[in-house]
């Protein structure tokens, strides 16, 4: 059974920054790695995702430009990094596997 284990939410004010990390206990069975969004009373949203093999990289028209994700293969971790952001950002954050695992959630509010 693979855990996501996410952390780096939090508080930030409006233009500030946070970063998201998310650890995985086993990679096996995946090329890809990323995070979704779900904010009160609005569909989940995929934010970014990266693939193993090339390196390439996804991230939704909302938070290009802003946001940037990473991996540290040696510490089998993601990493978001979130810059410039905004009240619309606020919402509960979830690392998510192409195998379909999905972490617990990391609750990011910006005011």
């Known amino acids: 059974h693979v855990q996501l284990v996410e952390s780096g939410g939090g508080s930030a004010q409006a233009g500030g920054s946070l970063r998201l990390s998310c650890v995985t206990s086993d990679y096996t069975g995946t090329y890809c790695l990323g995070w979704f969004r779900q904010a009160p009373g609005k569909e989940r949203e995929g934010v970014a995702f990266?693939?193993?093999?090339?390196?390439?990289?996804y991230y939704a028209d909302s938070v290009k430009g802003r946001f940037t994700i990473s991996q540290d293969k040696g510490k089998n971790t993601v990493y978001l990094q979130m810059n410039s952001l905004k009240p619309e950002d606020t919402a509960l954050y979830y690392c998510v596997t192409s195998s379909g695992y999905w972490g617990q959630g990391t609750q990011v509010t910006v005011s």
């Open positions: 990266v693939y193993f093999g090339g390196g390439s990289t």
